[in-house]
């Protein structure tokens, strides 16, 4: 198994840094437009879902990582306060699908700009971090490949 080195943990804990630093921006810019952090997540997942996924509770639960239910709770509040609404697939009633209301656009186009802007100013920090650590781990990878080579020659 391999050791991590001093320089893998300082790395590892950059890139952690750098994440929490724009997770921190994150919720303090989701709190000021009076939602949580996972309304604004789940929001987003409705709004970026792929095209050839239906917007469902199971999906978005997925993507989110959260349990069916925090989803459904979620979706219950959003829908409260206007930002969302369920609706019925056409092809199959059964099937409840999640929409953006406009109102639940409009709020997730202003922070989602907020986000991507702090992404442009930060993401470099950001992106050389997790390259650092793919680096490191490349040479690791190098080293005890090359170790390898050199004790099957002997």
């Known amino acids: ?18 994440i929490r630093r724009f997770l921190h921006f994150s919720e303090q ?8 952090r996972g309304q604004y997540q789940l929001m987003l997942a409705i709004k970026g879902m792929p095209a050839e996924v239906r917007p469902r509770i199971r999906e978005l639960a997925n993507r989110m990582q959260v349990r069916h239910h925090s989803a459904v709770e979620l979706v219950n509040r959003l829908e409260g306060r206007g930002f969302v609404h369920r609706t019925r697939a056409r092809d199959d009633r059964r099937e409840v699908l999640l929409a953006l209301t406009p109102k ?10 907020h986000h991507h802007d702090e992404l442009r100013s930060a993401g470099p920090e ?24 050199e004790k099957r020659k002997t």
């Open 104 to 113: 639940g656009e409009k709020v997730l186009g202003e922070l989602a700009l």
């Open 126 to 149: 950001l992106v050389a971090a997790l390259r650092r650590i793919m680096r490191e781990g490349n040479d690791a990878a190098f080293l005890h490949s090359a170790s390898s080579h």
């Open 29 to 36: 810019v989701v709190k000021k437009a009076g939602l949580e």
């Open 1 to 18: 198994m391999k050791k991590l080195t001093l320089s893998d943990y300082q790395a590892l804990a950059e890139f952690r840094y750098q």
